[in-house]
C-alpha cells in the first residue's frame, strides 16, 4: 500500500521551474531513469515532499535521488536536516555529485539499480 505524502501546494509552481530549467547533471540522470527504466520502477523529478523538494522520486520505493552541485556546499546543515525530516517519512536517500553524474553517469546507474534490486523487491 502506498504512503500518503502531503506537500506544501505553493511548491508546484517552483517545481515546475526547476523542472523547466534542469541542470545538465539532471537531465543526464532523468536519461537514464525515466520511462520505468530501473526494473520498472516509475521516478519523478523535482518532487514536492512536505515543506521539501527532491530531485527524483520514487514513490513506490520511497526512493529520493539528490544530486549535489554547488549550491549544496553552503546548506550542508540545512541539507542534513532536510534529509533528516523526509526520512522520519520512510523515504531513503541516495545521494550523487554533479561531478560524479557527468564524468561517470554508467556507474551511478549501477549504484540505482543495485538499491533498487536490494530494496524494491525483485
Known amino acids: 500500500m502506498r ?5 506544501n501546494a ?10 523547466n530549467n534542469s541542470t545538465l547533471s539532471e537531465i543526464i540522470l532523468w536519461n537514464k531513469i525515466k520511462r ?4 520498472g520502477y516509475d521516478f519523478d523529478r523535482q518532487k514536492p515532499i512536505d515543506n521539501y523538494i527532491v530531485d527524483f522520486f520514487c ?3 520511497m526512493l529520493a535521488i539528490e544530486i549535489d552541485g554547488n549550491s549544496h556546499n ?3 546543515v540545512k541539507d542534513d536536516k532536510r534529509q533528516e525530516k523526509l526520512e522520519s517519512f520512510g523515504i531513503s ?3 550523487f555529485s554533479d561531478l560524479q553524474i557527468k564524468k561517470d553517469i554508467d556507474s551511478v546507474v549501477l549504484v540505482i539499480d543495485s538499491w533498487v534490486r536490494e530494496n524494491g523487491g525483485d
Open 3 to 7: 504512503k500518503f505524502l502531503s506537500y
Open 93 to 95: 536517500f541516495l545521494r
Open 36 to 39: 520505468k527504466q530501473i526494473h
Open 59 to 61: 514513490h513506490n520505493l
Open 74 to 76: 553552503d546548506n550542508l
Open 10 to 19: 505553493k511548491l508546484k509552481i517552483l517545481a515546475r521551474n526547476l523542472r
